[in-house]
């Protein structure tokens, strides 16, 4: 029985079927064939552009340096591409959700209509690519204000709802799966490097904290953030991103993540003596974008560690000992800071 075709669908509610109706194209919906199919049908259209180009399924990004009007002819002429490919294989392209960005720090930018089947694509200023916010110039501001948004707002769901629980751990738990998790998603990416960015997220977790020990009776042991952290057993949000940065320099190293042109950005101290002990060359930046660029900030984190003597080894390919030790080190740091 072939997988594509001879297939039916029905639609069922409490008891209640409708009557089946075929299917002509598409595929199995949760199926594992499915995504396997569709990478295999879409996998040639990044070799026909001449522009770099990111997919994610069936997200595709087109991107190039612009200088001059002629780049952005180029990028032009690739959406064209996309376009012809798309009516080729008899796939139909949203266009309204479609839309060109520039990122760039310059206060004058280069700004150019491209379109997509004679329709001009909307300019945004900040988009959204899987649940993050990119601003033109990568400052993540309106990513920090709509998660720290979200968290107070769901914090404040989770105290209204627990009033009744009788152990920490609970409410704690309820805290880690709906509210850190949303202050932490894809953390590498956007960490934040002011400190009233920073501030704002861990006031999140403050809160939640400060909620627990007034609560369980508390309030006149634990006076501080500090103790309260070491009674709880939790760590800082800011010390938790340092050890999501330190786990993913990791997987670069050892090809757990799939990131050539991060790897080869990577400049391991050769030459390692006594004046220069980093394990990581970092060359200087003259300006906060490029100084805090995550890989950038990921080998300096790893640096200070291993400039203060502490037992990590990145370069041992057992990951579960080298987690082990960050953690343990990080979380000594939080007890005798």
């Given at each position: 029985m072939s997988y594509l075709e001879n297939r039916t669908q029905l639609v069922a509610v409490k008891g209640f079927t409708s009557a089946p109706i075929s299917a002509t194209s598409g595929v199995p919906q949760g199926s594992h064939l499915g995504p396997l199919f569709f990478v295999v049908f879409i996998n040639d259209l990044p070799n026909r552009l001449?522009?770099?180009?990111?997919?994610?399924?069936?997200?595709?990004?087109?991107?190039?340096?612009?200088?001059?009007?002629?780049?952005?002819?180029?990028?032009?002429?690739?959406l064209n591409v996309v376009v012809e490919w798309c009516s080729d294989n008899k796939m139909s392209l949203n266009v309204d959700k479609c839309c060109a960005v520039s990122f760039t720090a310059k206060k004058t930018k280069l700004t150019y209509t491209y379109n997509i089947l004679d329709k001009p694509l909307c300019r945004?200023?900040?988009?959204?690519?899987?649940?993050?916010?990119?601003?033109?110039?990568?400052?993540?501001?309106?990513?920090?204000?709509?998660?720290?948004?979200?968290?107070?707002?769901?914090?404040?769901?989770?105290?209204?709802?627990?009033?009744?629980?009788?152990?920490?751990?609970?409410?704690?738990?309820l805290f880690y799966s709906f509210v850190r998790s949303v202050l932490e998603y894809c953390c590498p990416i956007w960490s934040p490097f002011y400190r009233n960015h920073a501030d704002n997220l861990e006031r999140i977790q403050k809160r939640c904290l400060?909620?627990?020990?007034?609560?369980?009776?508390?309030g006149r042991a634990l006076n501080n953030y500090g103790e309260r952290l070491i009674k709880f057993d939790v760590m800082p949000l800011e010390t938790r991103r340092k050890r999501y940065d330190l786990l993913y320099l990791h997987k670069i190293l050892h090809f757990t993540v799939d990131a050539p042109g991060l790897l080869s950005a990577i400049n391991v101290n050769i030459r390692h003596r006594s004046r220069n002990p980093n394990t990581f060359d970092i060359q200087v930046y003259r300006n906060n974008t490029s100084y805090y660029n995550p890989l950038v900030r990921m080998c300096?984190?790893?640096?200070?560690?291993?400039?203060?003597?502490?037992?990590?080894?990145?370069?041992?390919?057992?990951?579960?000992?080298?987690?082990?030790a960050i953690s343990n080190t990080l979380k000594a740091e939080v007890i005798s800071p």
């Open positions: 001449s522009s770099q180009a990111l997919l994610y399924a069936d997200d595709l990004k087109i991107f190039t340096r612009v200088d001059d009007v002629s780049q952005c002819l180029a990028l032009q002429k690739d945004k200023e900040t988009i959204r690519d899987l649940g993050v916010l990119f601003d033109e110039q990568l400052t993540f501001r309106p990513h920090y204000d709509q998660i720290v948004k979200k968290g107070n707002r769901l914090l404040g769901f989770i105290m209204r709802t627990t009033k009744d629980f009788k152990k920490p751990k609970s409410t704690l738990c400060r909620y627990l020990s007034r609560k369980h009776n508390y300096r984190t790893y640096n200070e560690l291993s400039r203060g003597g502490k037992d990590i080894d990145i370069f041992n390919s057992n990951f579960s000992q080298y987690k082990k």
